[in-house]
């Protein structure tokens, strides 16, 4: 191809990175309208413990696919805010375990409606084949980029 015909908007990198910003931009919007005191970043973390609480910050950078100094931030905030606590594991105490609080756990069904309605906002108005296909699609680029 020649460079000089490339045109970064029909970029199918730049399309799947737009729509992304687009849809994050939306679930911190539906979350901070609602009195969440979470963004998405947070929301990754608070699932995975919905999940299966009691992880440590190891397994927790693999579930949501970030860097070990990006959960361990993630982490220090919502410590902070009171929605997680870290107990140091029974057997190994160079390792904490993060367990969700009382209030972090009474977030759950409201943040999951938010994200469900993000959901509906995304795929308003496309047909149901259309979206099928859309996610098979999205799922091969996923995995040829893991290869």
Known sequence: MDYRKYVLADSI??????????????????????????THEQWSIMIRLWEEDGLNQNKL??????????VSRLINNLEKNGLVMRVVHP??????LIFLT??????QIGLIEQAQKTIDQICYGIDKEELTIFLKVLNEIKVNLSN
Request: aromatic share 6%; charged share 25%; net charge positive.
């Open 61 to 70: 950078s693999i579930l949501t696919g970030k860097d070990q100094p990006s």
């Open 13 to 38: 990198g730049f399309q799947i990175s737009d729509a992304g910003r687009l849809v994050i931009n939306r679930l911190n919007s539906n979350f901070k309208e609602q009195g969440y005191p979470v």
């Open 91 to 96: 057997v190994d105490k160079r390792t904490n």
């Open 102 to 107: 009382p209030e972090g756990k009474k977030l």
